[in-house]
């Protein structure tokens, strides 16, 4: 069955590329659009015009290359006009074609906006959002509110994309997606990343690559796609820097601070960012369960209700250094480091009834718990470039190294109605960790004649876990070691990778392929001890991940465009999932691991119709196989929660963005979507069969006040939904925000307000337990007010984008 998506793809691929080639006739005139550097000017737009009155021909984007083409041309005089925002617009003299015979031009160089063109001299502005065969562009400069703000409150402007008061991201409504840095893993978990995110100021950034199907040259894993942030690279000698720092007040106060530094001196650029994160937050968790009988009779019930107040203090640095040298040679290297440490003082309130409704006893449990981490890793990269048309050669090498550990006490007192104490116990553990992870990859692009590219590429990653769960009987103060909890877990994995990626254009037809094959091996080891023998697993997979993207332009200017996509992707388990452990919350409540738990495969099939880059229309069909999620089942009056393999989703989802502006001061961004979740498979209370349908959807609105004044007005809201088990309630939230340029719009204050209407309140049922049944509600410290500074000093940073370097991002994703 694998082999026919495949097999599919290779029929289409080759009966379209014979009717693009039956197609393409007529002149052609070809060229490219370069800096001063002789660098690629990216998405530069280029116009084609007949000279004799300046009718527009066809225009449209250059590609990474910065390469052009106009085919099946009449002969005629013609002229080429190139723009592209923050430099000069290019007007070419008449170019004739005649005989149709192909016309190649020399490289077209523009000029930055400051200097002087003997040509036209109108600044273009980029849109906002750029459409491309594989990915949707987002360009950070063309919203002037973006000025002064951070990487994160960028990402919350962005359509499709979410992001909560901890600092979660989804994409789509999708959490997991892996978020990159110039194609740079970010060597950090997700609360780390968005403290990461907040200190990375905007003006740093170019754009952000939207890919819900990435194409070959990523890793496969990965359901929620890739979001890439691309930043801005500073070719001007001398010293830039950011300083930034925001105090919030929601419960509890919360702080950071921030530094992004950049030194170039010849031949060599320094770079670094520093930033320290001390948050305090506040949870409330209500659990209601009913225990029933074989007639669905309720026999008991229990309220769970916990408090969380975890402290964090984050301290995490990234700095390299790039040498050019030559001017075809870039060797690099990068260093992050993250250190972390949080305690937590969680009390649980548990309330048994009986049958009858009434109290039959209190459990009362404390927990503490002290935690610490540290990640450590180096990133060595090289490129080369043979020529200027972009032959290029590409390395890297990574290692990372995580350790953690923590520390929990959970002392359990059972009291009667009458308050009379029945039993008291008391538990200590210590969870030590480490994670090493090694990778190293290779990627090479290759142009080819006739607008075509060909990239191939290889990668192999190894991976070693080691996990230790030490329990402890506490007795009137003397520890005795619990080994009927206690055990450790090793895990070694090996991926091997390569792919191959082909693109053409043929006039109005663009076309993308891409084949990655990967080899997944892992071996899972649980000692055992003194009362419990141990056990091991063994994974060995070999699986195809087909690629495609088709595009036409359904007119010459290249304004209205059609896209069709398919892409198969793998969702393997975090490493973490596969450990056996058992991890506990109070007497009714326990994590566990899962070692037996398989990876799932997504097949994804896209339409999308866009126009200008201001609407886009998307239907999306996505099948899965061996789906993960979160399951909860019954063990007694325990409920355990672990990751499983709930059976098959199919997903089917109709997405509309658009961005516009109402007027000069108001521009507006919105996305929604409707889509229906179905899961079906073997349950624990036999065939899981749940479906609803979802509408989502969020917005922002940006408010030029004055040349130093602007607001902004955002939210998003989710009417609820089917999630495996889980089926969630509405939830929604409103954000507003106003800021102000001073110091010679070098410095920026910033006052937000987030969750005005503290709104935000994850609900909903649990459903499939054995004879049981359950709900949830959550009331989070979302409700928060937050002032900014941020103050930039030094000399401005250019607009060419650093080089994209690192491997080892979905092996890291993975490991927290």
């Known amino acids: 069955m694998k082999l026919i998506p495949i097999l599919f793809l290779a029929l289409f691929t080759l009966l379209l590329f014979n009717f693009a ?62 723009t592209y925002i923050g430099y000069k617009n290019y007007l070419s003299t008449n170019v004739v074609l005649s005989g149709q015979k192909p016309v190649v031009l020399p490289a077209f160089v523009l000029s930055p906006a400051g200097k002087t063109l003997n040509a036209v001299s109108v600044t273009a502005q980029k849109s906002f959002i750029q459409q491309k065969i594989d990915r949707t562009v987002v360009n ?93 690279k500073n070719t001007i000698k001398g010293f830039h820097a950011v300083l930034g720092g925001n105090y919030s007040q929601g419960f509890y106060a919360r702080n950071s601070e921030n530094a992004n530094l950049n030194y170039r001196i010849d031949k060599v650029n320094l770079f670094a960012n520093i930033a320290y994160d001390e948050q305090r937050s506040w949870r ?39 040498f050019y040298a030559s001017p075809k040679t870039t060797w690099g290297i990068v260093y992050s480091g993250d250190i972390s440490r949080d305690h937590d003082n969680s009390p649980v309130y548990s309330l048994l009834y009986g049958q009858n409704g009434g109290l039959d006893s209190t459990i009362t449990t404390l927990n503490t718990s002290k935690n610490k981490f540290s990640s450590n890793g180096i990133n060595l990269n090289y ?130 392929t891409g084949l990655r094959l990967e080899n997944t091996n892992g071996d899972g080891h649980q000692l055992g001890n003194a009362e419990r023998a141990d056990s091991s697993f063994i994974n060995h997979y070999t699986d195809l991940f087909p690629t495609a993207y088709f595009s036409y332009n359904l007119d010459t200017a290249g304004h209205n465009v059609l896209v069709a996509s398919y892409g198969r992707r793998i969702g393997r388990p975090n490493y973490g999932s596969l450990n056996p452990f ?23 099939y896209k339409l999308a119709y866009s126009f200008r880059s201001l609407f886009t229309v998307a239907l999306a069909y996505n099948y899965t196989i061996d789906v993960q999620g979160e399951t909860i089942h019954r063990s007694g009056d325990v409920f355990i929660s672990t990751q499983g393999n709930i059976g098959q989703q199919k997903t089917l989802d109709f997405s509309v963005t658009t961005n516009f502006q109402p007027t000069k001061w108001w521009t507006v961004n919105l996305y929604a979507e409707v889509y229906n979740n179905t899961y079906q498979g073997a349950f624990y209370t036999g065939y899981l069969n749940q479906s609803e349908v979802t509408f989502s959807g969020n917005g922002n609105n940006q408010f030029t006040i004055s040349p130093t004044w602007s607001a902004e007005l955002s939210g998003f809201f989710d009417s609820g939904g089917t999630y495996g088990q889980f089926v969630t309630l509405p939830k929604g939230m409103l954000n507003a925000a106003i800021q102000k340029k001073i110091l010679n719009n070098k410095g920026t204050i910033k006052l937000t307000m987030r969750d005005m209407l503290h709104t935000f309140s994850p609900s909903g049922t649990i459903t499939n337990i054995v004879d049981a049944r359950a709900s949830f509600h959550n009331t989070l410290d979302t409700q928060v007010a937050t002032l900014a500074f941020t103050y930039s000093f030094g000399k401005t940073t250019n607009t060419p984008q650093k080089r994209e370097t690192g491997g080892a991002e979905s092996e890291q994703n993975r490991a927290h």
């Not at 530069?44 to 083409?69: C, E, H, M, P």
């Open 21 to 82: 080639n039956a197609q393409t006739t007529g002149g052609k005139i070809s060229g490219s659009v370069l800096d001063e550097a002789k660098k690629p000017l990216d998405g530069a737009t280029v116009i084609l015009l007949i000279a004799k009155d300046s009718t527009v021909v066809s225009s449209q984007l250059v590609n990474r290359d910065g390469r052009f083409a106009f085919e099946n041309l009449n002969d005629n005089t013609y002229l080429i006009k190139a």
């Open 140 to 232: 950070v400069g063309a919203l002037i509110s973006n000025t002064g703000t951070n990487a994160l409150e960028v990402l919350q402007k962005t359509p499709g994309v979410q992001v909560d008061a901890d600092g979660n991201i989804t994409f789509k409504g999708k959490s997991g997606v892996m978020v990159m840095i110039d194609d740079k893993p970010t060597y950090l978990s997700a609360a780390n990343l968005a403290t990461y995110l907040r200190s990375l100021p905007a003006s740093s950034l170019d754009q952000i690559e939207l890919m819900d199907n990435p194409p070959a040259k990523y890793d496969a894993a990965g359901n929620a796609g890739v979001i890439n942030i691309k930043t801005k």
């Open 284 to 322: 409330r968790l209500e659990i209601d369960r009913d225990y029933l009988d074989a007639n669905g009779n309720t026999t008991s019930s229990l309220k769970d209700i916990s408090y969380f107040r975890p402290t964090n203090y984050n301290t995490n640095i990234k700095a390299g250094m790039d």
């Open 383 to 512: 490129t080369h470039k043979f020529d200027s048309v972009g032959r290029e050669l590409t390395f890297d090498l990574d290692y990372i190294r995580d350790v953690s550990g923590g520390n929990q006490l959970f002392m359990n007192n059972t009291y009667l109605p009458d308050g009379a104490l029945t039993n008291s116990t008391t538990l200590s553990d210590d969870l030590p960790s480490t994670i090493n992870i090694y990778s190293a990859k290779a990627d090479y692009a290759h142009p080819l004649k006739g607008k075509a590219k060909l990239e191939a590429g290889v990668k192999t990653s190894y991976v070693n876990t080691d996990n230790a769960a030490n329990y402890f009987n506490v007795v009137d103060g003397v520890s005795s070691i619990d080994y009927t909890k206690t055990n450790r877990f090793l895990y070694k994995e090996n991926i091997n990778a390569a792919y191959v990626n082909f693109n053409k254009n043929f006039g109005r037809f663009s076309l993308q």
């Open 582 to 604: 058992t991890f506990f919350v109070d007497e009714f409540t326990y994590f566990s691991g899962n070692p037996f738990l398989r990876p799932q495969f997504t097949d994804n």
